[in-house]
């Protein structure tokens, strides 16, 4: 367990250091010689090392003692701003934290901060794994996750803000023919990543009604960006949300693959919040803006068409 030593002892320490004594560092305390001796004693006893030289008539700093008096000094000061600020009610808030997945976090979320949010207040964007988002929003590590999924608990509250759309990709002149089956198209050589799992069972449980009972994998990769690039040099088909398809990969020849007269593969995106998390006045705006972002992604993409391979 990490220990936090006393504040007192911190402001003790650096008064003994800053008036080069422990009789003066008690003055300017306004408190007894015995005192400040055993804040400072205490305070080595805490980071189990010493933090002056002996003997203490003379005050020299040992290599802990320097590292301690430099934070101090930074320590603070930046106490005062802020305690100052807090009391005036001129305080800068706090960074908004946000977790979500990383491709759709890199595509659509950061796009949405950067033109708005981002102008106005600080942000802290993490990328992490469904788990972990629920994790950290639960546990009160950032303020707002963003989560292609839910998890059945009460102290999380899930809202529906967006939709991305699962698709199948397929090298330059690779698409599966329009009437092949499931079988058939799972039989093609796939590229696979973390978290595919559920990406593909949906993808084919939405399109064709049905999962294939086998998958043929080539190669596997952790991000999204490799699986396409992957898939444009000719390593196999995937299954992948949209908008991590790049102009540059159309450019390739990278084919979308939506079989004619079935329906699309739409995934819900959804804030994740604790009960009674006070929204800040920009996040509403942010929220509608990352499902528009998400909504235009798949609209506006070229509407590809299911032609047989050469």
Known sequence: MTIRPDLDHLETFLAVVDARGFARAAERLGVSQPAVSYRVSRLEDQ????????????????????????FCRRLFPD??????????????????????PGTFGRNVVFPA?????????????????LDDIFDLVESGTVDLGIAYGTRVTNSLEFIEIAEEEFVLIAPPGGSPTPDASVAQIADRPFVTYEECDYVFGKYF??????????????SAFSRLEEVVESVAGGGGCSIVPVHSIRPAHRERGVEVYRPIGRPRSLNPEYAVTRPGWQSRAEV???????????????????????????
């Open 47 to 70: 980071l189990g090392t010493p933090l002056l030289e002996e003997p203490r008539r003379r005050i020299i700093l040992t290599p802990a003692g320097v590292a301690l008096r430099d």
């Open 79 to 100: 106490l005062d701003t802020l305690v100052d600020g807090i009391v005036e009610g001129t305080a800068a808030p706090p960074p908004l934290r946000i977790a979500c």
């Open 284 to 310: 509403p705006a942010l929220l509608a803006d990352i499902g528009r972002r998400a909504r235009l992604t798949y609209l506006e993409a070229p509407t590809p068409t299911a032609t047989r391979s050469p």
């Open 205 to 218: 449980q939405d399109v064709f009604g049905h999962r294939p009972a086998r998958m043929n994998t080539s």
């Open 113 to 129: 901060l950067q033109d708005g949010v981002l102008q106005t207040m600080p942000v802290e964007l993490l990328f992490r794994s």
